[in-house]
């Protein structure tokens, strides 16, 4: 793997008196498409809430571009979160409010981008995600693909070095789910935009480079999707 683009070692993680992540690592490449799997309450969510600066883990460190993650302000977090990561959420988390072009066009403008040039931005990344056409459509006027689209084209129009999908298709029928997850991966292509992408899909995770598989909150397996797929399947030795 090239020069890692984000590190995380031994991360803990408890939601009360639960433990989400029980000393989970892992490194992102700059340019890589890396697909976090794992059952239910394994610790995927959670792992990249941290990852994401969104959440700070109880122990544990994430690094990225030289500075700490886990021991950032949120002020800077929330900067990062601007202009570096991208962020996607299952059912999207448009803003109901706003237009398929305004909410694509928010984070510029948060950045400090006209008006102007953020509406021209928004449609030219609209474009890319198939939904040019459909920019004075609001999230409730939207079927579950075009605002899984638009949601991807807002995470995207900042050229975050990194975007992290949490389980981007699993709203979504199979052909929707294919759909997006296509025009996501030719897309980071291009851009060589790194991705961090949660899925229990085995289908979703065959678009990725590699895979890394979390079992009760600690890393079960990484490499190629089989290997990983067969380190997970093996029984836990106990620590």
């Known amino acids: 793997m090239s020069t890692p683009l984000l590190t995380s070692r031994d991360l803990v993680k408890a939601h009360g008196p639960t433990p989400a992540l029980r000393g989970a690592s892992l490194d992102l490449a700059a340019g890589e498409v890396l697909a976090v799997t794992g059952a239910s309450g394994s610790g995927k969510s959670t792992l990249l809430h941290c990852l994401a600066g969104i959440v700070k883990p109880d122990s544990g460190t994430v690094e990225y571009g030289g500075e700490r993650l886990d021991l950032l302000p949120e002020k800077r977090l929330s900067e990062l979160r601007r202009t570096d990561f991208g962020v996607v959420f299952q059912f999207g988390q448009l803003i109901p409010e ?22 021209e931005r928004a449609g030219e990344w609209l474009e890319r995600f198939g939904v040019r056409g459909q920019e004075a459509l609001r999230p409730g006027e939207m079927s ?9 084209a807002r995470a995207l129009v900042t050229a975050p070095k990194a975007v992290f999908a949490d389980e981007p298709t ?7 789910g ?10 980071v ?12 899909d085995a289908q979703v ?3 990725a480079d590699r895979e890394v598989s979390l079992r009760d909150g600690i890393v079960a397996g990484s490499g ?9 399947a093996a029984p836990e030795v106990s620590r």
């Open 98 to 119: 706003l237009t398929a072009a305004d909410n694509v066009a928010l984070p510029l403008l948060l950045a400090g981008t006209s008006r102007a040039a953020a509406r």
């Open 144 to 152: 579950g693909g075009q605002a899984q689209r638009v949601a991807l």
């Open 170 to 176: 699993g709203a979504l029928d199979s052909l929707a």
């Open 178 to 187: 294919e759909q997006v997850m296509t025009a996501l991966i030719h897309t």
């Open 189 to 200: 292509r291009e851009t060589g935009t790194a991705v961090l992408l949660i899925t229990h």
């Open 205 to 207: 995770a065959a678009y």
């Open 224 to 232: 190629t999707l089989p290997e990983a797929s067969a380190a997970s």
